[in-house]
């Protein structure tokens, strides 16, 4: 946890413990769970927040899997079985899919805060951490996240898409 905490100093406790959570599904030297080992329960308070994708080689995208209610409130609908590119929109999918495509092949984790307006959404700030996480197959297959977020009265033109702070820590070094 302290060393958590040093690189992501400004970060919601909850965020750690998200963090904490997935690396207790890590067993012996992996640097990336499977997600068979990630333990919900360890985050009770948080799964109305957190999100899982997972990469579906045939099409090319991710497929929305599951998404806790308050991220289902934040897109104003339910996103599960939406793919990636139909939850962002076309505009802002190629950057979106190259974020985590930077996640699953390096490993690495992604941490941000940001005062956000995707191009075809509503303004909001959000601080969010996305991990990667292995299939049975032992292939990176799986983005699984936690979105925290707050909405606020703010002119939306005024904010670039996809704007804000991230930080990227590679799972080795976790």
């Known amino acids: 946890m302290e060393q958590s905490h040093a690189q992501l100093p400004d970060a919601d406790p909850r965020i750690l413990d998200f963090l904490n959570a997935w690396r207790a599904a890590r067993r012996e030297n992996e640097i990336v769970p499977f997600k068979?080992?990630?333990?919900?329960?360890?985050?009770?308070?948080?799964?109305?927040?957190?999100?899982l994708y997972r990469y579906e080689p045939s099409t090319g995208n991710y497929l929305c899997r599951l998404a806790g209610e308050e991220?289902?409130?934040?897109?104003?609908?339910?996103?599960?079985?939406?793919?990636?590119?139909q939850i962002v929109g076309p505009v802002?999918?190629?950057?979106?899919?190259e974020r985590w495509k930077r996640i699953v092949g390096t490993p690495l984790i992604q941490?941000?805060?940001?005062?956000?307006?995707?191009?075809?959404?509503?303004?909001?700030?959000?601080?969010?951490?996305?991990?990667?996480?292995?299939?049975?197959?032992?292939?990176?297959?799986?983005?699984?996240?936690?979105?925290?977020?707050?909405?606020?009265?703010?002119e939306p033109v005024h904010i670039p898409p996809l704007s804000g702070h991230i930080v990227r820590i590679n799972c080795a070094d976790i």
Do not use: C
């Open 36 to 51: 068979h080992n990630f333990d919900p329960m360890r985050i009770p308070a948080l799964l109305q927040f957190v999100w």
């Open 71 to 85: 991220v289902n409130a934040a897109w104003g609908h339910s996103i599960k079985n939406k793919t990636l590119a």
């Open 92 to 97: 802002d999918y190629p950057k979106v899919l």
């Open 111 to 154: 941490y941000g805060t940001a005062k956000e307006r995707l191009t075809e959404q509503t303004t909001q700030q959000a601080e969010r951490m996305l991990v990667p996480m292995k299939d049975t197959s032992g292939e990176t297959a799986y983005v699984l996240g936690v979105s925290l977020y707050r909405y606020v009265n703010f």
